[in-house]
């Protein structure tokens, strides 16, 4: 083999080869950046949805209170909302 083909080689083989491992490499720490930034909008979501869960939960609660309560306490409590609103409503006049 004689130093013309090696340097043929080197040209056919060697360079292109360099440059493939050059764009994978560069292909890869993007894919690697992308995937970093999904993970972050994710993990942001979730947080998001687990807010919303808890404050479902605390409403679901309060709801659960209401039905499961004495009869008579859910009246009186009407009733006492119903005589708070007329008496702010004689202040008002």
Known sequence: M????VI?????VCIPTIL???MARRFFTFREKQLEVQALN???????YVARASEFEQRL???ERIVTDQP??????ID????????????RA
């Open 42 to 48: 994710a993990a942001e979501k979730a947080a998001q």
């Open 8 to 12: 043929s080689l080197l040209i056919v």
């Open 80 to 91: 006492s909302l119903g005589i708070a609103d007329r008496a702010h409503k004689r202040e």
């Open 72 to 77: 008579h306490a859910l009246a009186r409590e």
């Open 61 to 63: 609660a309060v709801l």
């Open 20 to 22: 493939l491992m050059y």
């Open 2 to 5: 004689g130093p013309g083909e």
